[in-house]
């Protein structure tokens, strides 16, 4: 027999594109110990992920109010963050306290996917906060809907991925909840830096036409493809943005384009607004989902974040 247990996904190291389940992981003060794939979807569990419990029983899981630690063979990182309630529908996750915002979008695993627990988003918006002095918030654009999950290396599924590539939705939920909650945190005028991972890039190229948004960086952006597949126009998304942007761009693309280098369509339209950086070595997702048992990933890794922190230092 199969059951449900309501937890909340707080905490954790964090995954790439596909969304993999937790070895183990710590519910509140239960260790569960992942058996099985099935389909959960008849119980209404988050993830198609089974794990036994102490007592050999099994279990799926529901969001809810527990926190949650996924244990990995390599180890798990302790977020310094907590989760907040952007509104009642909407979570984020807030470290910091700096007079400066960062706000981060996530790439297709958002931030109360359980996948998030295989990445390192989470390290480094807690390294933005601490090195840069920044507030660093991210909100959970999908609003809980998250990518359903795919097999291994598979891009996540179309028909999810045009629902959450929605700009209508996402400049509500810009102006209507996430910039509210931040005024109700900082004192002052807001100064805000984007940053985003892979789909994250298409809320930081179209966020950045408004005037609070200082700059945004974009590592392994997908915007371009998201754009058109919204039946939007890149050259039209692009004219608008007013704040300076980097592109760190992976070598070995998914889906190649010259969109995001030096030459390309964004450099045509911005020119001395927007500065590329790329890696060769790294793979697309390197950033958050790389292996950083590679040298070569911890090499890149390590770069990315001093690159970041040094155009927010500069624009911020």
Not at 89 to 108: F, N, P
Request: net charge negative; with cysteine.
């Amino acid at each position: 027999m199969l059951y449900i247990i309501s937890i909340s996904l707080l905490f954790s190291l964090v995954a790439s594109q596909p969304t993999p389940c937790c070895q183990s992981k710590m519910v509140g003060e239960v260790n569960y110990t992942l058996v099985t794939y099935m389909d959960t979807s008849e119980w209404g569990c988050k993830e198609n992920c089974v794990y036994a419990t102490e007592e050999g029983g099994k279990v799926c899981f529901k969001s809810g109010e527990l926190p949650v630690t996924c244990q990995e063979s390599g180890g798990s990182y302790t977020a310094k963050g907590t989760m907040v309630d952007l509104d009642p529908g909407m979570k984020g996750y807030l470290v910091g306290s700096g007079k400066k915002v960062i706000v981060w979008s996530t790439d297709t695993t958002g931030i109360t996917d359980e996948g998030i627990a295989n990445k390192t988003t989470l390290e480094w918006a807690d390294m933005l906060a601490e090195k840069g002095g920044y507030t660093v918030l991210i909100p959970d654009w999908f609003r809980g809907n998250n990518a359903p999950a795919s097999p291994p290396n598979s891009p996540p599924n179309r028909t999810w991925v045009m629902q959450v590539t929605n700009w209508t939705r996402i400049e509500s939920d810009w102006n209507n909840t996430i910039l509210p909650y931040l005024e109700t945190k900082m004192t002052g005028p807001l100064s805000i830096g984007l940053i985003g991972t892979c789909w994250g890039s298409y809320p930081v190229v179209l966020l950045s036409r408004f005037n609070n948004i200082k700059c945004g960086i974009s590592m392994h952006p997908s915007h371009s493809g998201l754009i058109n597949l919204a039946g939007q126009s890149e050259s039209e998304v692009l004219s608008q943005i007013v704040a300076p942007q980097l592109f760190m761009v992976e070598g070995i693309a998914v889906i190649p384009t010259d969109n995001y280098k030096a030459g390309g369509l964004a450099d045509e339209i911005l020119g001395d607004e927007i500065t590329f950086e790329e890696f060769n070595d790294m793979k697309h997702g390197w950033t958050v989902g790389g292996d950083l048992s590679d040298p070569d990933v911890v090499r890149d890794v390590e770069k990315a974040k001093k690159l970041a922190l040094e155009f927010f230092a500069k624009y911020l």
